[in-house]
């Protein structure tokens, strides 16, 4: 008898360990996985023809990522609560600026822009491009439909 509870309870457990796993592997949007891939599985939200922006959410936070057309990772930025944060994902991720202050030119484009977030893009004279991206709080409107 004792053999059979043991066996029993042993089940038990491994079947609410597996079950446990199983849920944590779900609990997350699955497009979240696909931040930092040349091209995600997600539409594209880009409010540039020369670029492709891809949003993603997970936790409550808002991911965009941004590629070029030929679908190389340029950038992507966390935001929540008007609060910005840098990923260390593409090859400009390096010329991305979220300082409030910018200097934009004729050449800076709107690539995103939603209720939590801007994103412009400005061609170097290096062939690098300098990201700027504004977190939008109740002092700091962005403009733009996108997304949200």
């Not at 409030?100 to 690539?111: A, E």
Request: glycine share 10%.
């Amino acid at each position: 008898m004792r053999l059979k509870m043991t066996l029993r309870g042993g089940l038990c457990c491994a079947l609410i360990a597996f079950t446990g796993s199983a849920f944590a592997q779900t609990a997350a949007p699955a497009q979240a996985s696909a931040l930092g891939q040349a091209w995600p599985n997600v539409a594209d939200q880009s409010q540039s023809p020369n670029w492709h922006a891809y949003v993603f959410f997970l936790n409550g936070v808002e991911y965009v990522q941004i590629n070029d057309t030929n679908g190389t990772v340029h950038a992507a930025i966390g935001t929540t609560g008007g609060a910005t944060i840098v990923l260390p994902v593409g090859v400009d991720s390096q010329n991305v600026n979220t300082s409030s202050s910018s200097t934009s030119t004729s050449t800076t484009t709107t690539v995103y822009s939603d209720s939590q977030i801007q994103i412009t893009a400005t061609p170097q004279s290096n062939g690098t491009t300098q990201f700027m991206a504004a977190g939008c709080s109740a002092s700091a409107q962005c403009s733009g439909g996108r997304g949200g």
